[in-house]
């Protein structure tokens, strides 16, 4: 009689890992961070900022898109360059947000589709932000503020220029 669940235990086996096939590939390729915004309560002078400083939807988005360039931010709470860049991208945004790709990600708490991301491009300081154009190409992936200045974003403009 045992041996009569052993055609059922397959087939749970294979639904089980169908299902988190389809649930793993929806995180993988889900829509990109749009509605980007600074978060409350940053500072922009000192590491006292408790949260994220990018707020928006589908921010665990972990995908590069295949027709559309994409920059990839990578920072955390509590870093005040961080928050500069993040101020400096999310200015940028409005401007950008039909032709490149916004990925948004948190170090401190990454989607799993975000993993692969931080090994291949983050470079173990914050910010971060890699640029990879509509071919595929890697243009950029540098830590560090791209303007010593607030509010500056003359070079990240013409990093996203060169992106699209």
Known sequence: MRQNF???????????ALVFTVVLAAE??????????????LSFTDDSSPNFPIAGKNLSDGSVGADHATVIFFGT?????????AERLVQLYPRYKDKIRFVVVDLRNPSLAQKPLIARYYQG?????????SRGNLLYDRAGETASERGDTSNLQKLLDSAH
Do not use: H, Q
Not at 29 to 41: C, F, H, I, S
Not at 77 to 85: L, P, V, Y
């Open 77 to 85: 709470a509590n870093c005040w360059n961080t928050a500069r860049e």
């Open 28 to 41: 993988v390729a889900g829509p990109p961070a749009t509605d980007l915004k600074l978060a409350p309560d």
């Open 125 to 133: 300081y914050i910010p971060t932000i890699a640029v990879i154009d």
């Open 6 to 16: 052993k055609p059922l235990a397959i087939a749970f086996s294979i639904v089980g």
